[in-house]
């Protein structure tokens, strides 16, 4: 599963709480694409973000960015090294307006791709509401806020940890259509999702997450099409477009 | 950028249509929470607990050593002038102690400490500066004469600070127990260590003879200084929500109150942020402690003191907000002000009990303080 060209590359990770490896040698690598890593409850999926991130330290194994050992650096040296997290549930700052959340990395996002700028660019919507505070934005703009908080990292990776959980499908579609605009600027994005059909639509590749290892990989829509596959690997009776 | 915009011009009418549904559902429930809270005893006992105080002040404090305030306005308004400056001087204190709470989540029991030194550093500066160690006269003492001695002490409270933060305090972060043992320890170290330098005697910090005057006001004499107090409390606090609200490392810090390892996961460096927070929060210790020791003298004692006005205030406002320092420094002040005013003649000794009163009374109704939150 290992790459020549990889942006990024998990080897034999593992990683959990106290005793318990939730992460037990988990391997994949990626290059400048949009990966789906998709996985019932409870396999491992946010563990996974958390150590990309440093929020949780990684017990063994070893996650390289570019070359450049991540595991092991704190989250701010690893946001700093080119991953930008989206984290699940958003986590915005309550105390913050939009144009907040952004003006604080305004710095040094300054002359580069992505700044305050062209984010209001890539969602209007934002713009519009740019002195509401977190709290007042429906959930797809609270979504479409902690992409943009993300973005203005400028960074080569992108991680996010089920960006599609309860979000209206229109909703959906915007951010399929995001990742695919990031990926055509060169941005990499890892995608971790419990909804398959928003997995298979944001990301070509396809890993499949079964008690903290990578079992399986599928490309396309094959995953979609093939319910013994979904009933093997994603638990009984999941159906696509429903929470796998 | 067209996909994605072709994408979003759909998807900015389905999601007009949620957001102003979610909105109407978020504001019901808010009108909800609000009555709810309406129907709670205790918030009845606090507006009739209110009515009755201001029905006492206006109309039937008779006996009293200020007098009803229908019957004597003077009084009433210096009483009012009273609790407002005072309230200045509490804010400044408070304000430091709230900020380094909010973010940090320490409650730093060496902030009364830090007040203290300013004080007795800024006074020393203050005499090698006029030139004479007591008895200064205030015409001696140019505008100068006040403010560089205020920010030689209140830099030293800033810079001792920062250490204390930097040699104890960062390694103990999330241990409440712990910060609050060490900066306690700290507390008894200083304050032994500051009554062998600067003795046991009161000493007091000269206002600048330009602010030192009386006006009259409703027929009532009042001290000038006491005005020039409450303009740099006001100045404190206009800075203080400048930094806050619209600098990059004020929305930071702001973040960092409510969501710390987030604002890790952006790549900013948090431990640099406590260490700045630390030194402005114990800098306006400081300020505090200047303006504290040429409002009412600085002595060993008045560390302690000055610790517990400062969690008065913090408590009745809520840890951890500005907004709430400022609210609690005007009822705590004003409670001070007017417990002594308007209390008969024979219980005026009890004045102090009102002010827990007033704590009793606020956590009851809000039990996070005015404007705190669950930690």
């Known amino acids: 599963m290992t790459r020549d060209d990889a942006l990024l590359e998990v080897r034999d990770l593992r990683s959990g709480y106290g005793a318990s490896l939730v992460l037990d040698g988990l391997s994949f690598s990626m290059g400048v ?83 305050t700028d ?37 960074a080569p990776l992108v991680v996010m940890d089920e960006p599609s959980e309860g979000l209206a499908p229109t909703i959906v579609d915007v951010l399929v259509d995001a990742v695919h605009h990031l990926v055509a600027e060169g941005v990499a994005v890892l995608v971790v999702e419990q909804n398959l059909r928003a997995a298979v639509r944001m990301a070509d590749r396809q890993l499949v997450m079964v008690s903290g290892r990578i079992e399986a990989e599928f490309a396309g829509d094959e995953l979609l099409d093939r319910p013994d596959l979904q009933h093997r690997f994603l638990g009984v009776g999941a159906t696509a477009g429903e929470p796998a | 950028m067209t996909p994605a915009s072709n994408g979003l011009d759909q998807v900015r009418r389905e999601d007009e249509r949620t957001t102003s549904t979610e909105v109407r559902s978020r504001s019901a429930a808010s009108v909800r929470s609000r009555l709810t809270e309406l129907r709670r005893p205790s918030v009845w006992v606090a507006a009739v607990v209110a009515v009755a105080v201001a029905a006492w002040v ?79 006269d205030p015409a001696d003492v140019g505008l100068l004469d006040w403010l560089v001695p205020m920010l030689a002490g209140a830099g030293v409270a800033a810079v001792l600070g920062l250490a204390i933060q930097q040699v104890f305090l960062q390694w103990n972060e999330g241990q409440e127990m712990r910060q609050t043992l060490l900066t306690l320890a700290i507390t008894v170290v200083l304050a032994d260590q500051m009554l062998r330098e600067f003795g046991g005697l009161a000493q007091r910090m000269v206002w600048p003879g330009a602010v030192t005057h009386f006006f009259t006001i409703g027929g009532e004499r009042y001290a000038a200084t006491r005005l020039f107090m409450l303009g740099i409390a006001v100045l404190v606090g206009v800075l203080l929500w400048l930094w806050l609200n619209r600098t990059s490392v004020g929305m930071v810090i702001r973040a960092g109150v409510d969501d710390r390892q987030m604002v890790r996961g952006l790549g900013i460096n948090i431990k640099r942020v406590f260490a700045l927070t630390f030194l402005v929060g114990s800098f306006l210790a400081g300020v505090g402690g200047v303006l504290g020791a040429s409002f009412a003298g600085a002595a060993p004692g008045t560390d302690g003191s000055w610790l517990l006005n400062s969690l008065v205030v913090v408590i009745i406002g809520g840890l951890g907000s500005l907004k709430g320092a400022a609210a609690g420094s005007l009822l705590y002040g004003t409670v001070v002000a007017f417990s002594p005013a308007y209390l008969p003649s024979q219980y005026s000794y009890y004045a102090i009990i009102m002010t827990f009163g007033l704590l009793a009374l606020v956590l009851a109704v809000r039990p996070y303080g005015l404007f705190g939150r669950p930690a």
């Open chain 1, 118 to 154: 062209s984010v209001y660019e890539l969602f209007p919507r934002l713009a519009q509401r740019r002195h509401h505070g977190g709290a007042a934005l429906s959930g797809g703009e609270q979504q479409m806020l902690a992409v943009g908080r993300a973005l203005m990292l400028n």
């Open chain 1, 33 to 115: 694409e949009a990966v789906a890593v998709v996985g019932r409850n409870g396999m491992g999926k946010t563990t996974l973000c958390d150590t990309l991130v440093g929020f949780l330290p990684a017990a063994g194994g070893e996650v390289r960015l570019a070359g450049r050992r991540l595991d092991g650096m704190a989250p701010e040296a690893v946001a700093r090294a080119g991953l930008a997290y989206v984290p699940q549930g958003r986590r915005l700052f309550p105390s913050l307006t939009v144009d907040e959340h952004l003006a604080m990395l305004a710095r040094r996002a300054r002359g580069r791709r992505w700044t």
């Open chain 2, 58 to 136: 206006l109309v039937l404090a008779d006996g009293t050593p200020a007098g009803a305030a229908a019957d004597d306005p003077g009084k009433f308004l210096v009483t009012v002038l009273d609790a407002v400056t005072f309230a200045g001087l509490l804010f400044v204190a408070a304000s430091g102690f709230t900020l380094i709470f909010g973010l940090m989540r320490t409650v730093n029991m060496a902030h009364g400490s830090l007040f203290l030194l300013a004080a007795y550093v800024a006074i020393r500066v203050q005499e090698a500066m006029v030139g004479r160690s007591r008895n200064i």
